[in-house]
């Protein structure tokens, strides 16, 4: 490790938290598209924020059209850094105001502070560092901030298609030491017409879940036509999975409310999916329709409250990414049509078109949409980007942990030659996407370390 150049980095420390606090202060969450934002105002104001700090730190800095922001130091072989300046919604639960960018107890608090703004401005010093401590680089790092990371990578589809491809890239968006492998996403939409019915128990309204890549929370459905024998029925019901059931009747409707614990779709297992007790209730029950009763009984048969995909005959694992998993995302009666959607993350050597086919037999005479399909990352182990990593990593911390597979996906994606790198330290809480979302001041002037360590290695190779 260079010891002079670990000392620029740990000067700017006090830079460094200012310029996270400052950052979280915007609330950079998708909403209308304005002038010069196509994500909206709160995205577009973080950008042009980002683009006047790394100016001020005197570096060559451009807005590209409101989709990214490219900061470039040197010139020749390019080292890229991927990572976003958008959010997810604050949601409920927070000790402190969200967007404050409070700094106490040696931490800084608010949503961004993990993902991805506190790692993404911490590589942004670390460059500054680099600039003050190689004057005459012959090759260039170059930093890509991007604005739709969490709605749908379009920022990413634009850099790809107007700008130049860095030689080699990392995205601090996930964990240390080095991730070589993030399994193949996909959704699966699969629906049945709702047919309406005047007598008999019909299901009025059914909203279940917030997302395909989140575990259920909390579901609801309005029955109507609900005799004695059925309410009884219904309050005798006891979910598989902890959830929670509220029952409301008034006249012949009856509306059940159900709260389960949410957590990452690429870890379901962690979760108590209330969108799997609806379902598991809902087949029970005497239901008018018959297609939608068929639909939901299959959904219980085939689904139900597995994690791996057992019963619909996809479950699996390799020896480099690990297991296939499966996540009940939303359950939505919308328009006349019943439609789950489900988010399978699958082992890297895996077959995607193999998957579907399993599921279109299973689902058999049921409407199978495929939805948001990522393929799957793999970068050897032995390669040398993924080794530069690891002993950048094991020279500035001391440890040496093998490289991981994740079931998320990170900006790696994006273009070729690409790992994700940090940010998260190993043993340390995940709080992205999670009320009191922050980051302890040291754990992110590590990463700074981290990153002018890997800069310099680049350059000096």
Not at 55 to 64: P, T, V, Y
Not at 179 to 189: C, L, M, R, S, T
Request: glycine share 10%; hydrophobic share 40%.
């Amino acid at each position: 490790m260079d010891r002079k150049l670990d000392e620029i980095v740990i000067s700017l420390k006090e830079e460094l938290v200012r310029s996270i606090s400052d950052s979280i202060k915007i609330k950079s969450v998708q909403d209308t598209p304005v002038d010069g934002g196509p994500f909206g105002k709160g995205v577009r104001d973080s950008l042009d924020q980002t683009i006047k700090l790394a100016q001020k730190l005197g570096f060559e800095a451009r807005n590209a059209d409101g989709y990214v922001g490219i900061v470039d130091y040197g010139l020749g072989e390019t080292f890229g850094v991927l990572g976003h300046l958008d959010v997810v919604p604050e949601g409920e639960g927070w000790e402190v105001p969200p967007y404050s960018g409070l700094v106490k107890d040696g931490e800084i608090w608010g949503r961004g502070t993990q993902d991805d703004k506190g790692p993404m401005i911490a590589a942004l010093y670390a460059l500054k560092a680099i600039k003050d401590y190689v004057k005459k680089p012959s090759k260039r790092i170059r930093l890509i901030f991007g604005t739709n990371e969490e709605t749908g990578w379009e920022c990413m589809k634009y850099y790809v298609k107007h700008e130049e491809i860095p030689d080699f890239s990392v995205t601090p968006d996930a964990d240390f030491p080095v991730i070589f492998a993030e399994k193949g996403i996909v959704n699966y939409g699969i629906s049945a017409p709702a047919i309406s019915r005047e007598k008999g128990l019909v299901i009025e309204n059914l909203t279940a879940g917030e997302a395909p890549n989140m575990v259920a929370s909390s579901a609801k459905v309005v029955l109507r036509g609900a005799d004695d024998e059925i309410l009884e029925k219904i309050r005798s019901f006891s979910p598989k999975n902890n959830t929670k059931l509220e029952i409301n009747k008034s006249d012949r409707r009856v509306e059940i409310s159900i709260t389960g614990i949410s957590a990452h779709g690429s870890t379901p297992n962690k979760g108590q999916s209330a969108l799997a007790a609806l379902v598991d209730l809902l087949a029970e029950l005497p239901l008018e329709d018959s297609e939608m009763k068929r639909l939901l009984s299959t959904i219980r048969n085939k689904i139900g409250y597995e994690f791996y995909g057992e019963s619909l005959g996809i479950s699996g694992r390799d020896s480099m990414s690990g297991e296939l998993t499966l996540n009940m995302g939303t359950l939505r009666l919308q328009a006349g049509v019943l439609k789950l959607v489900i988010n399978i993350r699958y082992p890297v050597f895996f077959n995607e078109a193999m998957i579907r086919s399993q599921i279109e037999e299973a689902f058999n005479g049921f409407r199978v949409e495929t939805y948001h399909h990522q393929k799957p990352l793999y970068v050897s182990p032995d390669s040398e980007l993924v080794k530069m990593c690891r002993e950048v990593y094991k020279e500035v911390t001391g440890h040496d942990e093998e490289p991981i597979a994740i079931g998320g996906g990170t900006y790696a994606r994006a273009v070729p030659n690409a790992v994700a790198f940090g940010a998260l330290l190993p043993g340390n809480v995940e709080l992205a996407h999670q009320p009191n979302e922050r980051i302890s001041i040291e754990d992110v002037l590590l990463v700074a370390r981290i990153y002018a360590q890997l800069f310099l290695r680049f350059l000096q190779t």
